[in-house]
């Protein structure tokens, strides 16, 4: 039977990263690592199959309307976090270098790399609360502060923005493929790991304030993007402490964190979220 474990991320807007089990014909699901959604393939699309909660597998088999094959590959998963398979990305350009700038995309597979129709790149979900940015003002205006961010770095690509995609290897490095507005010249180039930005957002900025409104929105996002693999030290350890303001956050991907650094603080962290919770 074949089967194949592999973590992907969800994009634009940023919404973390998603644990796969994948047997060809069907797939199962987890945000979290404790709750699996299976999903069938059927003609052009998907159907919801079969839901199990809290690693419990003994209620995973009981669900007869998924196909055995998923079922059996759930039971027999490897420990999560799994590696991450989404190697094909999709990046906003920047205008003047037409260096990576904003991550808008992430593929498996080469026949998933789409045409690019829409480079507009979208932080928040619509409806989101939240974000503050002290680096700009008041915490509690947080509607200016989202819009601020979201026009910074789409303008930094306008007026007529270049979105590529880019085969990433083990090394970090990546090839460019095709994309919009991409021309031929820049088709086959190779790009070092530095020059890519680490996690969503290039943080390199003109002036300090737009370089910390960016850091910012990633420290807002820091418990998903713990979940990330091969960070530097140096960002793990400014993740983490950006995460442990966000206790309730950071318990509900624990189980997905590959790498804990100070692990007294994080457990006090994830305490307190169970007592709010309590």
Same mark, same amino acid.
């Given at each position: /039977? @074949?089967? +194949?474990?592999?973590? $992907?991320?969800? /994009?634009?807007?940023?919404?973390?990263?998603?644990?796969?089990?994948?047997?060809?014909?069907?797939?199962?699901?987890?945000?979290?690592? #404790?709750?699996? !959604?299976?999903?069938?393939?059927?003609?052009?699309?998907?159907?919801?199959?079969?839901?199990?909660?809290?690693? &419990?597998?003994?209620?995973?088999?009981?669900?007869? &309307?998924?196909?055995? +094959? $998923? /079922?059996?590959?759930? *039971?027999?998963?490897?420990?999560?976090?799994?590696? @991450?398979?989404?190697?094909? *990305?999709?990046?906003?350009?920047?205008?003047?270098?037409?260096?990576?700038?904003?991550?808008?995309?992430?593929? #498996?597979?080469?026949?998933?790399?789409?045409?690019?129709?829409?480079?507009?790149?979208?932080? @928040?979900?619509?409806?989101?609360?939240? @974000?503050?940015?002290?680096?700009?003002?008041?915490?509690?205006?947080?509607?200016? =502060?989202?819009?601020?961010?979201?026009?910074?770095?789409?303008?930094?690509?306008?007026?007529?923005?270049?979105?590529?995609?880019? *085969?990433?290897?083990?090394?970090?490095?990546?090839?460019?493929?095709?994309?919009?507005?991409?021309?031929?010249?820049?088709?086959? #180039?190779?790009?070092?790991?530095?020059?890519?930005?680490?996690?969503?957002? +290039?943080?390199?900025?003109?002036? *300090?304030? !737009?370089?910390?409104?960016?850091?910012?929105? =990633?420290?807002?996002?820091?418990?998903?993007?713990?979940? =990330? !693999?091969?960070?530097?030290?140096?960002?793990?350890? #400014?993740?983490?402490?950006?995460?442990?303001?966000?206790?309730?956050?950071?318990? &509900?991907?624990?189980?997905?964190?590959?790498?804990?650094? &100070?692990?007294?603080?994080?457990?006090?962290?994830?305490?307190?979220?169970?007592?709010?919770?309590?």
């Amino acid at each position: /039977m @074949f089967v +194949d474990y592999y973590a $992907i991320r969800r /994009m634009n807007p940023y919404l973390g990263v998603l644990q796969v089990v994948d047997t060809g014909e069907a797939r199962a699901y987890s945000s979290n690592g #404790r709750r699996w !959604q299976v999903r069938n393939v059927e003609g052009t699309g998907w159907r919801e199959a079969a839901g199990a909660e809290d690693g &419990d597998d003994a209620g995973l088999s009981a669900h007869s &309307d998924a196909p055995e +094959d $998923i /079922m059996a590959a759930l *039971e027999r998963r490897p420990p999560i976090p799994f590696r @991450f398979g989404d190697r094909y *990305e999709l990046w906003l350009l920047h205008r003047e270098t037409l260096a990576p700038l904003a991550l808008l995309q992430s593929r #498996r597979w080469r026949y998933e790399v789409e045409p690019v129709r829409d480079p507009t790149w979208r932080p @928040f979900m619509l409806g989101d609360a939240g @974000f503050p940015a002290p680096a700009i003002g008041s915490v509690s205006n947080s509607a200016r =502060h989202r819009g601020l961010l979201e026009r910074q770095v789409n303008l930094a690509a306008r007026p007529r923005p270049v979105a590529q995609w880019f *085969e990433r290897h083990t090394d970090g490095s990546g090839t460019g493929l095709s994309g919009l507005r991409v021309g031929e010249e820049r088709v086959g #180039r190779r790009i070092a790991a530095p020059d890519f930005p680490e996690l969503l957002v +290039d943080e390199r900025w003109e002036t *300090e304030l !737009q370089g910390q409104l960016v850091a910012e929105y =990633h420290h807002w996002n820091a418990p998903l993007l713990l979940t =990330h !693999q091969n960070l530097a030290r140096a960002t793990r350890v #400014r993740l983490e402490e950006a995460a442990r303001r966000s206790p309730r956050r950071l318990l &509900d991907i624990w189980p997905l964190i590959p790498e804990v650094l &100070d692990s007294d603080a994080m457990r006090v962290a994830l305490v307190a979220a169970r007592l709010m919770r309590a």
